[in-house]
Each structure stands twice: as C-alpha cells, then as structure tokens.
C-alpha cells in the first residue's frame, strides 16, 4: 500500500475521530435498549470473529479434545447409534460457528452448553481444538439405515440439497456449510426432526421450511443415503450407491 495513501487514511480517522466518538456513543445506546437476543446474537459474532482471528495450535487443540473424547471417541467418530455426533473432518468453522450457539444459546443441549460455558472454553481454546478436529482421519466407523430408501433418499439430496452442501455432502469451510457425508443416520434424522420442531434455532427460517416439505421416507433416505458418503469432494454419489448395495 502507498505510504501517503495511508497517511491520508490515518488523518481521516484523526479529524474524524470526535464525529466516530459519537457515533459510537450513539451505537452503544441503540445497543442497550435492543431485545437481549439481539444483543446476544453481536456478542457472539464478536466471539466467532475472535476464533477466527486466533492462529490455531495443534498441539494445544490435542489437549483441549481429550475434553471432548470422553463422549465424542479418541477418533472424533462420535457413536453409531447417532447419540453422539461424529466430529471429524468437519470444517473448522462448521464446529466453531456450533459451538458458539451453544454458547449464546442459539442451539440446545444441556450436555455442550455445559462444554462451552464460558469459563471453561476460551476463544483461543476453540479455535485450537476445531483446527485440530477438522483434520482428523475420517475414515470411522458409521452408523447407517436400513438401505431400503437410499434412491429416493439420493433423488431428495441431489434435488434439495447438492446446491449447498455440495455434490458429494462435503460442505464448503469458506461459507461455513457443514459436511454432511458420513455422519451418523440416526444423527441426521434427529437434527432434521429437531430442525423442523424448532429445537435447533440457529437452522435459518428458510432451511426450516425446506426440511418441513419432506416427508417420513424422504428423511429416513436422505439421513441413510448421507451417511454412507465417503465425503471427498472426488466420492460421487453412484459410486457410493455402488458400495451400499454390496453385502
Ligand atoms: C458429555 C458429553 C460431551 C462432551 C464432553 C462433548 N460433547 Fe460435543 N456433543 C455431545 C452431544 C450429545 C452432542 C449432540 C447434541 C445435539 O444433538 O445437539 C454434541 C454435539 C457437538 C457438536 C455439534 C456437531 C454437529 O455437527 O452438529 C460439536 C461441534 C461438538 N459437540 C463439539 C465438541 C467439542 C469441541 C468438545 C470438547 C471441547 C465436545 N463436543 C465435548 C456430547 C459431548
Ligand atoms: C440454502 C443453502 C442450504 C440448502 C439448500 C440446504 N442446506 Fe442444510 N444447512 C445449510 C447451512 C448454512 C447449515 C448450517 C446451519 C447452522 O448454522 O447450524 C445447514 C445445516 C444442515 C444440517 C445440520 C448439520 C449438523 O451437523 O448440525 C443438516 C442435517 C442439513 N443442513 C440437511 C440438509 C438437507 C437434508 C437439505 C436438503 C433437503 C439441506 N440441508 C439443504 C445450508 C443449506
């Protein structure tokens, strides 16, 4: 950058900096006479923005996930029964951007808001410990359906769903979409049914509706057909038809 270009910048901000004074005078009141949701939803978008600021570290990622072990396995994989989430290989920021509404009570569940009470997780800590999860081996073991609606489920996914999450479920870090190929089926149909219910409030209004549309077998296809993606940007969705319907 051009140094007098800056300068001038800087001076900018100096004359300016009464005007800024107020402004932010004026910010802070509109801020506390706001409804405390809102309030809470800035916080916490000050809070994802200092995760990802923080330069992650391994190392100390490791030893925050031993934490996390105790229910989610050594391997991330989570439990096949689907109680647990499989974490691994998720996105970075997928896992911060969940584990900060769990904090500012944008997502429910007694078990992570306990995990990400403020006290006991820090910005720093959050950021090391996802770095550290996202490149975990994702080759683990999957619980999966009964492999009766994995067409209708494959047909649903590629019509409703592809455009974000991606052609092969892989989900995209930049834009914070989650991977959904290989995660637990009775995980994903139970976020889907809670999604619709409305316990999960970080889902946007417009994801809701789109849940809501599909019925029993659309969802029991989609958790079933999801779940046996390799997740690999190269994995296509026939080839891991293929797989399912060996023995
Ligand atoms: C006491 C058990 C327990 C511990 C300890 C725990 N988790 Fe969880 N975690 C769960 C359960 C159960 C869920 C599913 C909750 C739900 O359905 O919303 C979950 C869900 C999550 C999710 C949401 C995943 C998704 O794709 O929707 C993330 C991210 C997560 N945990 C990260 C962590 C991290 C990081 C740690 C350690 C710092 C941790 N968890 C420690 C039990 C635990
Ligand atoms: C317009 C883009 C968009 C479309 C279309 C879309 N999703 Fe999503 N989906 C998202 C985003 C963004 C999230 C993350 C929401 C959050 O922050 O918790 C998400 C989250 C999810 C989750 C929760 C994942 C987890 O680990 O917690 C599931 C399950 C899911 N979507 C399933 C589907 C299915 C099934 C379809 C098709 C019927 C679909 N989505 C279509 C954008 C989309």
Redesign the pocket.
Known sequence: MAAGGFGRYTNAVRKGSYRWLRVAGAALLLLSSLPIEVRALSTAQQVLAQIRHSTPNLERGAE??T??A???GSDGGGTRDG???R?AG?HASV?QK??VDYRYDR?W?P??QA?VDQHS?SPEAIAD??AY?SQLDRDVGIGTGDGSLLQRGAAAYLRSCRACHGRAAQGDAARAM?RLAGQHYEYLR??IYDAVDGRRPNFPPSHIRLLARLDRDDIAGLADYLSRLGGSPEASAPQALKTTQEP
């Open positions: 925050v996930f934490g996390c105790a229910c989610h109680l647990v989430p974490l998720q896992l969940q584990l997502r569940d078990r992570m995990v997780l410990v996802t999860i989650p139970r976020q």
